[in-house]
């Protein structure tokens, strides 16, 4: 069973810049791949980012890709997205998720478990 706490959200002019952070809870943290998907109203939900469990494979969205980066600390049990040049469009609830795999990937299905979320929105 892994818990996921994630905080760092807020309001943000768009160009500035915003890093979250997500705490799981478990022993066997740093055996899974840690992902970061999104959510915009009535919109459905869409992979950011993902970091396989050593931190050595990282994947992004095209749409995010050179602005956003994906990081982890095994032993603060803690995965990070450091979010640059935001813009309105990257307005959304926040997710981080865990898949037990250890691999990454950007399909929802094959993460186990999910935090709650948190909200970034990004004013023009």
């Known amino acids: 069973q892994v818990q996921l706490v994630e905080s760092g959200g807020g309001l943000v002019q768009a160009g500035g810049s915003l890093r979250l952070s997500c705490a799981a809870s478990g022993r066997t943290f740093s055996s899974y791949a840690m992902g970061w998907f999104r959510q915009a109203p009535e919109k459905e939900r869409e992979f950011v980012a993902a970091i396989s469990w050593s931190g050595g494979r990282k994947y992004y969205a095209d749409s995010v890709k050179g602005r956003f980066t994906i990081s982890r600390d095994n032993a603060k049990n803690t995965v990070y997205l450091q979010m640059n040049s935001l813009k309105p469009e990257d307005t959304a609830v926040y997710y981080c998720?865990?898949?037990?795999?250890?691999?990454?990937?950007?399909?929802?299905?094959?993460?186990?478990?999910w935090g709650q979320g948190t909200q970034v929105t990004v004013s023009s």
């Open positions: 998720a865990a898949d037990p795999t250890g691999w990454g990937t950007s399909r929802k299905s094959s993460y186990d478990y």
